[in-house]
């Protein structure tokens, strides 16, 4: 989120797995395009916010992921309602914002705080269920190249 908001000129697009944008008013000097990608049962990233225990045994409150995808969404300029599409255990959201730019939101069902595809780093008691429902290197890639043959440059 912050080299977005920081170096717009600078990137196609960006994409965020299991994180928040921590900028309050985050203000890019263009919309930038986003892929932001959670699992639904993230118990570090709680879709309702609250306290958090992280793996280092401290407690951390956490925004609504919710609190995220809005303050992109408003800083890209996107308005009316999204898109959704439920693909297998993926439920995605598009949003559709100023200079041809899209949010695109995926929530991955019985997923924790993982990327998903990829290996567990961390026990599933801290971080929830692995998942192999989506592949978010792939994903977050096919996204940036689609940006890129868009002229997102």
């Known amino acids: 989120f912050r080299a977005g908001a920081e170096l717009a000129s600078r990137v196609t697009a960006i994409g965020a797995v299991g994180g928040h944008c921590w900028i309050e008013q985050p203000a890019p000097a263009r919309p930038v395009p986003l892929m932001y990608l959670m699992g639904a ?13 992280t793996p280092g045994g401290r407690t ?12 992109w969404v408003r800083a890209c300029g996107c308005a009316g309602a999204p898109e959704e599409e439920q ?36 026990p599933e008691r801290i971080a929830g269920p692995a998942t192999t429902a989506l592949d978010a290197t792939g ?9 890129i043959r868009r002229g997102r440059v």
């Open 41 to 53: 049962h993230d118990p570090l990233n709680q879709h309702a916010g609250g306290e958090v225990r």
């Open 60 to 71: 951390e409150h956490h925004p609504a992921v919710r609190q995220s995808l809005d303050r």
């Open 87 to 122: 693909a297998g255990a993926v439920r995605w959201l598009a949003y559709r914002c100023n200079g041809n730019a899209v949010v695109r939101y995926g929530e991955i069902a019985d997923a924790g705080h993982v990327w998903p595809g990829g290996p567990r780093l961390l």
């Open 139 to 147: 994903t977050l890639w096919q996204f940036l190249f689609d940006r």
